[in-house]
Nanobody, 127 residues
Framework: QVPLVESGGGVVQAGDSLTLSCAASERTFNTYAVAWFRQAPGKEREIVAAVTWGGGRTYYADSVKGRVTISRDDAKNTVYLQMNSLILEDTALYYC????????????????????WGQGTQVAVSS
């Protein structure tokens, strides 16, 4: 098991910024790919962004490109999701997830590929 703990969610206004954090206690966390997913009420869980271990490769969903940055600080076993210019459609429960990854493996974007999940942190954007 790789316990993941998300934090940083909250209620913000459209146009605001928010940074979510995902902390892990697993000492080998730096060898895991990490992704942020989100799920709005009545909708499927969808990927927001992902990052390989080492941070060399990233993926962003089209809906957040240009507004969101995923980064990791492996010294702190933490992955961040910086979200800017938030819109109403960003309202969702945001989950951090992780999977072991070999260095040359492609970055996965399907939620079924991720083995470990946090409990989620709520983001609510108001007009």
């Amino acid at each position: 098991q790789v316990p993941l703990v998300e934090s940083g969610g909250g209620v913000v206004q459209a146009g605001d910024s928010l940074t979510l954090s995902c902390a892990a206690s697993e000492r080998t966390f730096n060898t895991y790919a990490v992704a942020w997913f989100r799920q709005a009420p009545g909708k499927e869980r969808e990927i927001v962004a992902a990052v390989t271990w080492g941070g060399g490769r990233t993926y962003y969903a089209d809906s957040v490109k240009g507004r969101v940055t995923i980064s990791r600080d492996d010294a702190k076993n933490t992955v961040y999701l910086q979200m800017n210019s938030l819109i109403l459609e960003d309202t969702a429960l945001y989950y951090c997830s992780a999977r072991p990854q070999s260095i040359a493996a492609p970055l996965k974007t399907d939620k079924e590929e991720y083995r470990y999940w946090g409990q989620g942190t709520q983001v609510a954007v108001s007009s």
